[in-house]
């Protein structure tokens, strides 16, 4: 993981990852470099930057319905900050391997705390909202990866 975490990390800086290799878990694995290394705000600013000039690469259009999304950006980095501090001590590719097999690195896992048809909806794509069916906190993510 280490080589591919790397090259991962270089391709988002670099604006040049290709679109195959940017999914899910390179997102994942990205977000947990980035809240690793930078405070928890520099850290958005530049996975917001980030992915909207990795968007432009791939000719896929930022725009009220596609492209970045805020709401998705924050809460996965929300995620990512708590799995952290309940994990200090790791590098950041031990980080990215066990945030990866556990269960809050699932797809799905948005939707535990925000109804579908709202995160989907384009003010949750242009401003983070905070989620309303479960608290996003340290308590409720450690008990997520601890229960699954």
């Known amino acids: 993981m280490k080589t591919d975490l790397k090259s991962i990390v270089e391709g988002f800086e670099n604006s040049n990852l ?14 947990t470099w980035y809240v690793k290394k930078y405070n928890f705000h520099d850290a958005i600013i530049r996975m917001r930057m980030g992915i909207i000039l990795l968007n432009d690469f791939h ?4 725009t009220q319905n596609s492209g970045y999304h805020e709401t998705l950006t924050v809460f996965w980095a929300k995620v990512i900050h708590f799995h952290q501090e309940f994990s200090e001590g790791f590098f950041a590719e031990e980080l990215v391997a066990e945030f990866l097999k556990s269960p809050l690195a699932s797809r799905e896992l948005p939707f535990q705390f925000y109804n ?18 479960k608290k996003l906190d ?10 699954g």
């Open 18 to 31: 290709p679109k195959e290799k940017w999914t899910h878990e390179a997102h994942l694995a990205v977000g």
């Open 59 to 62: 000719g896929t259009a930022n």
């Open 116 to 133: 579908r048809e709202a995160i989907l909806s384009t003010s949750h794509r242009a401003f983070f909202h905070e989620p309303r069916l």
């Open 138 to 147: 340290f308590p409720t993510i450690r008990d997520l990866f601890k229960n």
